[in-house]
């Protein structure tokens, strides 16, 4: 099952991408991953606290799969083997305007027997998707 979202900044590629992996800074503006730490490369292991809206703090401890800078950036975590529950969190920017504005896709592919026992998880998790995109907008243009 895939959550996916999407918001359109108008910020380059470069700028949201900034923002995305200053890790440093999610507690001052991100409202979902209040909390991110960890190297930004191929296989290693971040540590990444999520708040669900109407839901309580998680910590995560995925591992990177993607580092494309600009472009792409992908984690993958699993709660104990892929097959009982695994997500792939995804965020893509596509440059429009000749690279003056981005499209940030933003979203997750869940797998395993665990994923139709969290449809309100997954709900509130989409809100926090949407969330997250409207505060890196703010952020991006510089009204927060």
Not at 75 to 93: D, Q, Y
Not at 116 to 141: D, H, I, W
Request: aromatic fraction near 10%; include cysteine.
């Amino acid at each position: 099952m895939e959550l996916r979202t999407e918001i359109e900044i108008e910020a380059p590629p470069e700028r949201v991408w900034e923002v995305l992996t200053n890790f440093a800074a999610f507690q001052e503006w991100n409202p979902f991953i209040t909390e991110a730490r960890g190297e930004l490369r191929s296989g290693a292991q971040l540590s990444i606290t999520i708040a669900l809206p109407e839901g309580s703090e998680q910590t995560f401890r995925p591992k990177v799969v993607r580092v494309d800078p600009a472009q792409e950036l992908r984690w993958r975590g699993t709660l104990g083997a892929a097959w009982i529950f695994s997500g792939e969190h995804f965020f893509s920017l596509e440059a429009l305007d000749e690279g003056r504005r981005t499209r940030l896709v933003h979203g997750e592919d869940f797998s395993g027997i665990l994923v139709k026992f969290l449809g309100p998880t997954l709900t509130r998790t989409a809100r926090g998707f949407v969330l997250m995109n409207q505060s890196t907008k703010r952020r991006c243009e510089g009204r927060s």
